[in-house]
């Protein structure tokens, strides 16, 4: 998986081994060398460390598999069968849209099926801030805009005329004429 490689890659530290290293002594010419373990540097850890909990959340939110989709009821084609279909499962739920795609759970007309479970991306985002108002669309879908789709009449007016502005409180000779 992508965080298996990712811990993989880190780069360890060396650690090395063996008796502690001992200075010379006073007035001894032989000075530590570079490859002495004096000058070496010493091991840190990365920082920060990364949190395996997260680590572990991410893997397991990759590793997540759907369940297989049931085939939807509706015709998504522009033919007069297709349309008589779908307005007879309308009719049949009076018309309720938000009914019809809450019965079926494994149709991919349920909201937010194209994602994965919230109980699987929560320990991964529970950190965000928006992360509620996203689990909430998820959950429930996204809402719709109950006005209407058409331009308001205010849109399609021409815009009234600009009144001309003077830097003094007087009107400009050819304004007056």
């Given at each position: 998986m992508a965080v298996?490689?990712?811990l993989q890659s880190r780069p360890q530290?060396?650690?090395?081994?063996g008796p502690p290293p001992v200075p010379p002594a006073?007035?001894?010419?032989v000075a530590p060398t570079p490859s002495s373990p004096l000058l070496q540097p010493a091991p840190t850890p990365k920082w920060p460390p990364p949190n395996l909990i997260?680590?572990?959340?991410?893997?397991?939110?990759?590793?997540?598999?759907?369940?297989?989709?049931s085939k939807h009821a509706f015709k998504f084609k522009l033919t007069e069968l297709a349309a008589r279909t779908n307005l007879e499962i309308l009719e049949s739920y009076n018309y309720d849209l938000q009914a019809i795609l809450?019965?079926?759970?494994?149709?991919?007309l349920w909201p937010g099926s194209e994602f994965r479970?919230?109980?699987?991306?929560?320990?991964?985002?529970?950190?965000?801030?928006?992360w509620p108002q996203a689990k909430k669309t998820l959950m429930h879908g996204a809402p719709a805009s109950r006005t209407s789709s058409k331009p308001s009449s205010s849109a399609t007016t021409?815009?009234?005329?600009?009144?001309?502005?003077?830097?003094?409180?007087?009107?400009?000779?050819?304004?007056a004429s």
């Open positions: 298996d490689r990712i530290p060396e650690v090395t081994t006073e007035g001894d010419s997260t680590l572990a959340a991410i893997k397991d939110a990759l590793a997540w598999h759907p369940a297989p989709r809450l019965e079926d759970t494994h149709s991919p479970p919230t109980a699987i991306l929560d320990p991964v985002l529970q950190g965000h801030p928006l021409s815009p009234p005329p600009r009144k001309a502005r003077h830097s003094s409180g007087r009107r400009s000779r050819k304004a």
